[in-house]
């Protein structure tokens, strides 16, 4: 088993900056790669960014990086993304997840692709 802990959310005022992180531990050796989803009430989990376990490729949705980068600390087997320029549409209830293996050449990018989740920490953008 993968556990994974977010942690870095909370209330910004749009046009701010978070970080927001995610520590995974247990059988890590399983991992290939981290991803970030982010999740609005009444919307399906969307797909932020993933970067594989070394830390070598990183991967974005069709639409692009934005103000959004996904990073890796290979020593603290964390995954940080970024987020900058922040908008009240930004807000979610943002999920770190971890995946053993994919199919999309494009990289893992759907949430089939991951096999364990984190709990999920809250973004709020004040406006």
């Known amino acids: 088993q993968v556990q994974l802990a977010e942690s870095g959310g909370g209330l910004v005022q749009a046009g701010g900056s978070l970080r927001l992180s995610c520590a995974a531990s247990?059988?890590?050796?399983?991992?290939?790669?981290m991803g970030w989803f982010r999740q609005a009430p009444g919307k399906e989990r969307e797909f932020v960014a993933a970067?594989?376990?070394?830390?070598?490729?990183?991967y974005y949705p069709d639409s692009g990086k934005g103000r959004f980068t996904i990073s890796r600390d290979n020593a603290k087997n964390t995954v940080y993304l970024q987020m900058s320029s922040l908008k009240p549409e930004d807000a979610a209830v943002y999920y770190c997840?971890?995946?053993?293996?994919?199919?999309?050449?494009?990289?893992?990018?759907?949430?089939?692709?991951?096999?364990?989740w984190g709990q999920g920490t809250q973004v709020t953008v004040s406006s």
């Open positions: 997840a971890a995946s053993r293996s994919w199919a999309d050449a494009l990289g893992p990018r759907s949430v089939s692709d991951y096999d364990y």
């Open positions: 970067i594989s376990w070394g830390g070598t490729t990183s």
């Open positions: 247990g059988r890590t050796f399983s991992i290939y790669a």
